[in-house]
Nanobody, 120 residues
Framework: QVQFVESGGGLAQPGGSLRLSCAAS????????MGWYRQAPGKQRELVARISSGGGITTYADSVKGRFTISRDNTKQSVFLQMNNLKPEDTAVYYC?????????????WGQGTKVTVSS
């Protein structure tokens, strides 16, 4: 069973940037559609961005479009989320997971996530 380890979170000021990383292990990463999700306090987990297995197709939630960029390096079994122009509403725990090609739902085991706090 593939496992995911997220890192790169922390405290950022509004307008600042962070780059999140997700390292996968235990299976064939390069065939997975991958997604970044986030869960803010008191809210449900939501999909932020996703990327196709080869990296050529990316989609974003409207709330982060134009500010966040998802990318991947299959040789390193990793997926990244570059977050620019951060806003306080981006505060959340961020997770990565593999997605079903048919349902687009997350189907892997959740990692511990990495916490992002945007505050002045």
């Amino acid at each position: 069973q593939v496992q995911f380890v997220e890192s790169g979170g922390g405290l950022a000021q509004p307008g600042g940037s962070l780059r999140l990383s997700c390292a996968a292990s235990g299976s064939v990463f390069s065939i997975y559609i991958m997604g970044w999700y986030r869960q803010a306090p008191g809210k449900q987990r939501e999909l932020v961005a996703r990327i196709s297995s080869g990296g050529g197709i990316t989609t974003y939630a409207d709330s982060v479009k134009g500010r966040f960029t998802i990318s991947r390096d299959n040789t390193k079994q990793s997926v990244f989320l570059q977050m620019n122009n951060l806003k306080p509403e981006d505060t959340a725990v961020y997770y990565c997971n593999r997605m079903s090609a048919t349902t687009a739902l997350p189907i892997g085991v959740w990692g511990q996530g990495t916490k992002v706090t945007v505050s002045s």
